[in-house]
């Protein structure tokens, strides 16, 4: 299973490393997000980094839906053929997540310095910052991987996944959102409940990919 993620993980990020569309489309896109907030939020610098934490965290949600996109469509035209492959369905979900949660943590480490230079935020806690990241990469990039593959064989597959998507990724936007404003503010003890609800979110959905990918495969 290992093995396998590590080979489906390899082959899409080579191709993103070759195709570029993460830093040449999806973290402009990102970026843009932070910019505009900041625009409309600008006449009140109170308010704009108050929020900070809940926008830094809407960017990411709608980058990640741009990156679960972008790998599910890798293999548009091949689901046939990595399903026929061999390669244990579990791996394939891990590795497929795990590629598009390194792209995400690399585009979130860029907008956390946007939110520090944009919205003149300062980070009190890195290690609960850095928690949160991780645990809300890991359950973002596990759900879309599944509802990404759950929505590959209908044809309004693009603006299905949203519809999703979003819902589930609630309670990942407001428990990582309460996460970060308590470590902008210097109270990473009152984030330790929220790393908990992000834990078990990812938890689960790492779970359901292992056990139930290879259904969706032949479903999808």
């Not at 308010?47 to 830094?56: I, V």
């Not at 943590?105 to 907008?111: K, N, T, W």
């Not at 359950?139 to 590959?152: E, F, I």
């Not at 003890?189 to 078990?200: C, K, M, P, V």
């Amino acid at each position: 299973m290992w093995r396998d993620a590590a080979l489906v993980a390899g082959k899409d990020l080579r191709i993103e490393a070759r195709s570029r569309v993460a830093t040449n489309q999806v973290a402009p896109f990102a970026m843009l997000v932070l910019v505009l907030f900041a625009f409309a939020l600008d006449p009140n610098r109170g308010a704009l980094k108050q929020a900070a934490g809940g926008l830094y965290w809407v960017a990411v949600l709608f980058s990640a839906l741009l990156a679960v996109q972008r790998s599910a469509g890798i293999e548009a035209g091949d689901r046939d053929q990595l399903r026929m492959s061999g390669l244990d369905p579990a791996g394939v979900f891990l590795g497929k997540a795990g590629a598009v949660a390194a792209q995400l943590l690399a585009l979130e480490v860029l907008l956390a310095l946007g939110v520090v230079v944009l919205y003149d935020a300062r980070i009190a806690s890195v290690a609960l910052v850095v928690a949160a990241c991780l645990l809300a990469t890991v359950g973002l990039a596990a759900a879309g991987t599944l509802y990404a593959t759950l929505s590959a064989g209908v044809k309004v597959r693009d603006t299905l996944l949203p519809l999703l998507l979003l819902p589930v990724a609630a309670p990942v936007l407001l428990a990582a959102t309460e996460a970060w404003q308590a470590a902008l503010a210097g109270h990473p003890g009152d984030g330790t409940e929220w790393l908990e609800i992000l834990g078990a979110f990812a938890a689960v959905y790492v779970a359901f990919g292992v056990v139930g990918y290879g259904a969706l495969m032949e479903e999808a």
